[in-house]
Nanobody
Framework: VQLQASGGGLVQPGGSLRLSCAASGFTFGTYWMYWVRQAPGQEVEWVSA????????YYGDSVKGRFTASRDNAKNTLYLEMDNLKPSDTALYYCAKDPRAYASNWATDSMPRLRLRDFDSWGQGTQVTVSS
């Protein structure tokens, strides 16, 4: 399994970025996929979860209404569109794979408590810095 996140960078507050996660080594379309992030000195924070078909996504409270997760199963790629970015969004963003095929391993109301170690695979992360 390989997950390669990209698209991070330096952006001013209020700006936008689009992250991508290229997946390989598994049947991408049969797994829920997630974005999580970790700011310096902070615990990992769950950002989003997207179901296998991409028709449903769930978000952490801190990003709800500003971030949109999506996926293209034909391209084996997960995306995160981030709008109205804030300095508090500064973090290393990881894409991660659900350990369970076809259905999420967790109830949606427990997702805010997810940590990187709960996933069986995650990428190297891409840095997002929001600063003027």
């Amino acid at each position: 399994v390989q997950l390669q996140a990209s698209g991070g960078g330096l952006v001013q507050p209020g700006g936008s970025l689009r992250l991508s996660c290229a997946a390989s080594g598994f049947t991408f379309g049969t797994y829920w996929m997630y974005w999580v992030r970790q700011a310096p000195g902070q615990e990992v924070e769950w950002v989003s979860a997207t179901n296998t078909g991409g028709g449903r996504s769930y978000y952490g409270d801190s990003v709800k209404g500003r971030f949109t997760a999506s996926r293209d199963n034909a391209k084996n790629t997960l995306y995160l569109e981030m709008d109205n970015l804030k300095p508090s969004d500064t973090a290393l963003y990881y894409c991660a794979k659900d350990p369970r095929a076809y259905a999420s391993n967790w109830a949606t109301d427990s997702m805010p408590r997810l940590r990187l170690r709960d996933f069986d695979s995650w990428g190297q992360g891409t840095q997002v810095t929001v600063s003027s």
